[in-house]
Structures are given as structure tokens and as C-alpha cells.
């Protein structure tokens, strides 16, 4: 499960900076 919450969390850091970029 951790291992699911940092692919996760990695997720939203990628999709925030597409956002920004």
C-alpha cells in the first residue's frame, strides 16, 4: 500500500507541474 500512495503522490506532482508548465 505504501508503495500505491508514493505512485499516487507522484502522480499529482506530474499532473501539477503539466498544469504550471
Same mark, same amino acid.
Given at each position: 500500500?505504501?508503495? @500505491?500512495? @508514493?505512485?499516487?503522490? &507522484?502522480?499529482?506532482?506530474?499532473? @501539477?507541474? &503539466?498544469?504550471?508548465?
Amino acid at each position: 500500500m505504501g508503495s @500505491l500512495g @508514493l505512485g499516487w503522490a &507522484k502522480g499529482r506532482i506530474v499532473g @501539477l507541474e &503539466k498544469m504550471i508548465c
